[in-house]
């Protein structure tokens, strides 16, 4: 053997007995002196029973050991208190432990530890740093009991027959700062009598924990509020809400704390509990969002139950029996800048028995949802009296289900896009109240809702707007393309919609005056359907004329059936009307007005300034009137009952009825009318107007043949007290028009006229003066004579259109017959009446003067020489007849 071989086995073995004699003498010095060390050395007084050191390992073996902190007030340390049936330490930092005052391990075994642990504080005082005393890799724990504590001396977590192994456990403040009190890679849990006190507004109970296989099962887990809602509102006053939840039981597989993420898969929760108390606070932004991000692989709820109470202490939402299971559910960083902080992969989501309170209840017995379609059954609204808004629903719908085709954030605005939607058998109603001011309107958070279609069945619906309900009856519609997008300048939105289908059976339409009826109404966008259309006053002639404060007319319209086809657009922003035909059959129209109220001041605009101010372009091309009935009848305090004309066999064509907005359109509406004038004569009349002139000039003409003179007597009886017979053979008339009056020609033939008048209450004809005024009443008036000139006819502009009309009637007959010869008549027997009171004056002079002369007896004197004679001469004296035009 070579020398320097020899040489390095030798001091080999001196080195190793050097090692051994070491050890030995460590584990003596140990045994011997390390408690009174680690006494004066350290912050903790130490004893045990067996301590062994393996100096080369730096394994550690003890038992019986018995740890307590020499000053309990210092929490610049872990302050540690208990006793550790048995401690085993692997690879064991010496060196760290002596000179750095720091324990680190690969491994560290605890036996039936009994320990209760006092966190240090956050921050180191003097440094500033994070202090971490204690460093393993992994732990084990065998049938212990653990209480953990704040610096405070709060009870921050405490266990108790606790079996763990966690790999690479880290448990500081640090941990618990970012929600997460401790943080590992692997584990393996038994325990039971879990208590952790996160803050001071909440304690976690646990009951039972068991790990097998990487599944962890728990019982009765609960989170408690250590306040009440009152309590929270005073120590509390920024705090939003006070959460209190209990699950009976939930599994997971597969659990993983590391840093801020926790994540686990196949989680089950059993029946779980949440219970959620609202303030009044307002949310504080938060300046910073939390780093905790959490990813679960798939998860369930079974039958769970939520309750979230209002502020007053009333419900918001109430739901029980929900299940839930989502696949590949997140939270993270880019999720929690969404509107909707949570990604998921898919869900089901399901439940009975929901009630959800705001401005309505809303309750539903069943629901089923998912990522692509949903499904509401037996649903109820209700209106809230707690809290009533402008909007109340008192619903009740059998089914609502929907399928959608996506749905997604984009710059945090909506984009949803729903296949269809299906609506079955809602029957209540819905009242909106007056408009509230027009709030200044936000940032749009949509940017398209598009509704591919909506099918409405069998339902019963009311819509009452401000007490004047519209009720819908045997509903049935389908609408197609809904579109609701955002504007260019992102402040509102425009509705489009591409078609619809409408039906429903005795239609009704009630307002404060009038009950609108519809047998049957069809409507799509090209094709409506009226049957059965009617509209009745709701108030008697008298009561309506002590509710209005000005005249207005009183309407009692029916019509057998309407139809209209064309196209037109009512939804979107871009309304129109565009009708190649209107059709309206036997319909039976009164008009009543009472001249006993007062005038109405405000101005009344002519046809084509009123159809120049409809907003949007319509056109109806061919409007028909058929075989109806007009009646219209008029009332004044001087008159005996109404004044009435009734135009009966009603016929009338309308072309190109518009609102001249309609782009290379004519604008020029021509009016033809047919009827028989007081079911006696026929009456046609032609009338037109350009609707686009802003001068409003109009034309209109007219003729009727063979009119019985009592024919006007409903009319003329109650203003004029007078009636008449004959004929009126012919009347024509031709006026021209704008909004200062009109002017044109007249002419009237009649034959055998002759008139009646009868005293104020047009009971008994006044004999004497109906004799006198047929004296100056031309009866005949040949052949038809020149037309007379109807001069310009002011208008009042209080006055509607057929007023103005009317005075141009009415000075034609003035100038050709009735109006000045009933003038004249009247003015004779007025002269007559004062010639016959001279007479009886003169005659009562005479006997005067008679009686006067016998008393003297004188001779009497001729009657002519007296002053009287000559006048009563006169008043005897055949009278010329008076001229008649």
Same mark, same amino acid.
């Given at each position: 053997?070579?020398?320097?071989?020899?040489?390095?086995?030798?001091g080999f073995g001196v080195l190793l007995l050097i090692v051994?004699?070491?050890?030995?003498?460590?584990?003596?010095?140990?045994?011997?002196?390390?408690?009174?060390?680690?006494?004066?050395?350290?912050?903790?007084?130490?004893?045990?029973?067996?301590?062994?050191?393996?100096?080369?390992?730096?394994?550690?073996?003890?038992?019986?050991?018995?740890?307590?902190?020499?000053?309990?007030?210092?929490?610049?340390?872990?302050?540690?208190?208990?006793?550790?049936?048995?401690?085993?330490?692997?690879?064991?930092?010496?060196?760290?432990?002596?000179?750095?005052?720091?324990?680190?391990?690969?491994?560290?075994?605890?036996?039936?530890?009994?320990?209760?642990?006092?966190?240090?504080?956050?921050?180191?005082?003097?440094?500033?740093?994070?202090?971490?005393?204690?460093?393993?890799?992994?732990?084990?724990?065998?049938?212990?009991?653990?209480?953990?504590?704040?610096?405070?001396?709060?009870?921050?977590?405490?266990?108790?027959?606790?079996?763990?192994?966690?790999?690479?456990?880290?448990?500081?403040?640090?941990?618990?700062?970012?929600?997460?009190?401790?943080?590992?890679?692997?584990y393996d849990i038994r325990g039971k009598n879990f208590f952790?006190?996160?803050?001071?507004?909440?304690?976690?109970?646990?009951?039972?924990?068991?790990?097998?296989?990487?599944?962890?099962?728990?019982?009765?887990?609960?989170?408690?509020?250590?306040?009440?809602?009152?309590?929270?509102?005073?120590?509390?006053?920024?705090?939003?809400?006070?959460?209190?939840?209990?699950?009976?039981?939930?599994?997971?597989?597969?659990?993983?704390?590391?840093?801020?993420?926790?994540?686990?898969?196949?989680?089950?929760?059993?029946?779980?509990?949440?219970?959620?108390?609202?303030?009044?606070?307002?949310?504080?932004?938060?300046?910073?969002?939390?780093?905790?991000?959490?990813?679960?692989?798939?998860?369930?709820?079974?039958?769970?139950?939520?309750?979230?109470?209002?502020?007053?202490?009333?419900?918001?939402?109430?739901? *029980?029996?929900? #299940? %839930?299971?989502? =696949?590949?559910?997140? +939270? @993270?960083?880019? &999720?929690? $800048?969404?509107?909707?902080?949570?990604?998921?992969?898919?869900?089901?989501?399901?439940?009975?028995?929901?009630?959800?309170?705001?401005?309505?209840?809303?309750?539903?017995?069943?629901?089923?949802?998912?990522?692509?379609?949903?499904?509401?059954?037996?649903?109820?609204?209700?209106?809230?009296?707690?809290?009533?808004?402008? *909007?109340?629903? #008192? %619903?009740?719908? =059998?089914?609502?289900? +929907? @399928?959608?085709? &996506?749905? $997604?954030?984009?710059?945090?605005?909506?984009?949803?896009?729903?296949?269809?939607?299906?609506?079955?058998?809602?029957?209540?109603?819905?009242?909106?109240?007056?408009?509230?001011?027009?709030?200044?309107?936000?940032?749009?958070?949509?940017?398209?809702?598009?509704?591919?279609?909506?099918?409405?069945?069998?339902?019963?619906?009311?819509?009452?707007?401000?007490?004047?309900?519209?009720?819908?009856?045997?509903?049935?519609?389908?609408?197609?393309?809904?579109?609701?997008?955002?504007?260019?300048?992102?402040?509102?939105?425009?509705?489009?919609?591409?078609?619809?289908?409408?039906?429903?059976?005795?239609?009704?339409?009630?307002?404060?005056?009038?009950?609108?009826?519809?047998?049957?109404?069809?409507?799509?966008?090209?094709?409506?359907?009226?049957?059965?259309?009617?509209?009745?006053?709701?108030?008697?002639?008298?009561?309506?004329?002590?509710?209005?404060?000005?005249?207005?007319?009183?309407?009692?319209?029916?019509?057998?059936?309407?139809?209209?086809?064309?196209?037109?657009?009512?939804?979107?922003?871009?309304?129109?009307?565009?009708?190649?035909?209107?059709?309206?059959?036997?319909?039976?129209?009164?008009?009543?007005?009472?001249?006993?109220?007062?005038?109405?001041?405000?101005?009344?605009?002519?046809?084509?300034?009123?159809?120049?101010?409809?907003?949007?372009?319509?056109?109806?091309?061919?409007?028909?009137?058929?075989?109806?009935?007009?009646?219209?009848?008029?009332?004044t305090p001087e008159s005996v009952g109404p004044g009435k004309?009734?135009?009966?066999?009603?016929?009338?064509?309308?072309?190109?009825?518009?609102?001249?907005?309609?782009?290379?359109?004519?604008?020029?509406?021509?009016?033809?009318?047919?009827?028989?004038?007081?079911?006696?004569?026929?009456?046609?009349?032609?009338?037109?107007?350009?609707?686009?002139?802003?001068?409003?000039?109009?034309?209109?003409?007219?003729?009727?043949?063979?009119?019985?003179?009592?024919?006007?007597?409903?009319?003329?009886?109650?203003?004029?007290?007078?009636?008449?017979?004959?004929?009126?053979?012919?009347?024509?008339?031709?006026?021209?028009?704008?909004?200062?009056?009109?002017?044109?020609?007249?002419?009237?033939?009649?034959?055998?006229?002759?008139?009646?008048?009868?005293?104020?209450?047009?009971?008994?004809?006044?004999?004497?003066?109906?004799?006198?005024?047929?004296?100056?009443?031309?009866?005949?008036?040949?052949?038809?004579?020149?037309?007379?000139?109807?001069?310009?006819?002011?208008?009042?502009?209080?006055?509607?259109?057929?007023?103005?009309?009317?005075?141009?009637?009415?000075?034609?007959?003035?100038?050709?017959?009735?109006?000045?010869?009933?003038?004249?008549?009247?003015?004779?027997?007025?002269?007559?009446?004062?010639?016959?009171?001279?007479?009886?004056?003169?005659?009562?002079?005479?006997?005067?003067?008679?009686?006067?002369?016998?008393?003297?007896?004188?001779?009497?004197?001729?009657?002519?020489?007296?002053?009287?004679?000559?006048?009563?001469?006169?008043?005897?004296?055949?009278?010329?007849?008076?001229?008649?035009?």
């Amino acid at each position: 053997m070579k020398k320097w071989v020899k040489k390095i086995l030798i001091g080999f073995g001196v080195l190793l007995l050097i090692v051994l004699v070491a050890n030995f003498g460590l584990n003596i010095w140990l045994k011997t002196q390390l408690p009174n060390y680690i006494k004066n050395n350290t912050d903790y007084k130490v004893s045990y029973k067996l301590l062994e050191v393996d100096l080369m390992s730096g394994n550690i073996l003890s038992t019986g050991v018995s740890v307590n902190s020499k000053n309990p007030q210092n929490t610049n340390v872990i302050g540690l208190q208990g006793t550790i049936d048995t401690l085993k330490v692997s690879r064991f930092g010496i060196y760290d432990a002596i000179f750095n005052k720091q324990i680190n391990s690969s491994d560290l075994l605890l036996s039936k530890p009994n320990l209760n642990i006092v966190l240090t504080k956050p921050v180191d005082v003097k440094t500033g740093k994070k202090r971490n005393p204690f460093l393993f890799e992994n732990i084990r724990i065998n049938s212990g009991n653990i209480s953990i504590f704040r610096h405070t001396k709060q009870k921050f977590l405490s266990v108790q027959d606790l079996n763990l192994f966690v790999e690479n456990l880290q448990m500081t403040e640090e941990s618990v700062e970012n929600k997460l009190p401790v943080v590992f890679d692997k584990y393996d849990i038994r325990g039971k009598n879990f208590f952790v006190r996160p803050d001071n507004i909440y304690a976690l109970k646990i009951n039972k924990i068991e790990t097998s296989n990487g599944q962890m099962s728990i019982e009765n887990f609960q989170l408690i509020p250590l306040l009440n809602i009152d309590q929270l509102k005073r120590f509390y006053p920024k705090r939003t809400k006070l959460y209190q939840f209990n699950i009976p039981k939930m599994e997971f597989k597969d659990v993983v704390l590391k840093k801020n993420i926790v994540s686990l898969a196949n989680a089950e929760f059993e029946q779980p509990y949440l219970m959620v108390y609202n303030t009044d606070a307002v949310p504080v932004k938060v300046k910073k969002p939390s780093d905790f991000e959490l990813n679960l692989e798939d998860v369930k709820l079974s039958n769970a139950t939520v309750q979230i109470i209002k502020p007053d202490g009333n419900k918001l939402l109430y739901a *029980r029996r929900l #299940n %839930l299971a989502v =696949n590949q559910l997140k +939270f @993270n960083k880019e &999720t929690r $800048e969404e509107v909707i902080p949570v990604g998921y992969k898919s869900f089901q989501f399901s439940g009975k028995d929901i009630l959800y309170s705001n401005h309505q209840n809303y309750n539903i017995e069943n629901f089923a949802l998912n990522q692509k379609s949903g499904e509401f059954r037996n649903l109820s609204v209700t209106p809230n009296t707690a809290n009533p808004g402008r *909007r109340s629903m #008192n %619903l009740k719908a =059998n089914l609502v289900a +929907f @399928n959608i085709n &996506t749905f $997604e954030f984009i710059d945090r605005k909506l984009n949803l896009d729903i296949k269809d939607v299906l609506v079955d058998q809602v029957n209540g109603t819905i009242k909106v109240g007056p408009p509230r001011p027009k709030k200044i309107p936000k940032e749009n958070k949509v940017e398209q809702i598009l509704v591919r279609k909506v099918t409405l069945k069998n339902s019963n619906l009311t819509y009452d707007k401000e007490s004047e309900p519209l009720v819908f009856n045997e509903l049935n519609a389908t609408i197609n393309e809904i579109e609701y997008k955002s504007k260019s300048d992102n402040h509102g939105h425009t509705l489009k919609v591409k078609d619809y289908f409408l039906t429903t059976k005795n239609f009704v339409y009630k307002t404060r005056l009038y009950n609108l009826g519809v047998g049957l109404l069809k409507l799509n966008k090209n094709k409506v359907q009226i049957n059965n259309f009617t509209v009745k006053p709701l108030v008697s002639r008298a009561q309506f004329i002590k509710m209005i404060p000005v005249e207005q007319d009183l309407y009692d319209i029916k019509a057998g059936q309407i139809t209209a086809d064309g196209n037109w657009d009512l939804f979107s922003q871009n309304k129109f009307i565009n009708a190649s035909n209107v059709t309206i059959q036997s319909a039976d129209a009164n008009i009543f007005r009472s001249k006993i109220p007062k005038d109405d001041p405000k101005e009344k605009p002519l046809y084509s300034r009123m159809l120049r101010s409809i907003k949007i372009p319509m056109i109806i091309n061919n409007l028909d009137l058929k075989n109806s009935i007009l009646v219209y009848e008029e009332d004044t305090p001087e008159s005996v009952g109404p004044g009435k004309l009734t135009f009966s066999n009603f016929n009338m064509n309308v072309k190109n009825l518009n609102s001249a907005k309609t782009k290379g359109k004519p604008t020029k509406v021509d009016i033809k009318i047919n009827c028989s004038f007081m079911n006696l004569a026929p009456l046609s009349v032609n009338w037109g107007f350009d609707v686009a002139d802003q001068r409003d000039i109009f034309t209109i003409s007219g003729r009727t043949l063979n009119l019985p003179a009592q024919g006007i007597n409903p009319f003329i009886r109650p203003y004029l007290h007078v009636t008449a017979t004959g004929t009126i053979q012919e009347m024509l008339f031709n006026f021209t028009g704008n909004p200062r009056g009109l002017h044109g020609r007249f002419n009237l033939k009649h034959k055998d006229l002759k008139v009646a008048i009868l005293d104020k209450n047009n009971q008994e004809k006044k004999g004497f003066l109906t004799a006198i005024a047929n004296l100056v009443v031309r009866s005949d008036s040949g052949k038809l004579p020149q037309d007379v000139i109807i001069e310009e006819v002011e208008r009042d502009p209080t006055k509607s259109f057929f007023n103005l009309f009317w005075r141009g009637i009415e000075q034609g007959l003035k100038k050709t017959l009735i109006g000045i010869n009933i003038d004249k008549a009247k003015k004779t027997v007025e002269n007559t009446k004062s010639s016959i009171k001279e007479m009886k004056q003169s005659v009562k002079d005479l006997k005067q003067e008679i009686k006067g002369s016998d008393a003297k007896k004188e001779e009497p004197q001729p009657v002519e020489e007296k002053p009287k004679r000559g006048f009563l001469k006169g008043i005897f004296k055949k009278k010329e007849r008076p001229e008649t035009e």
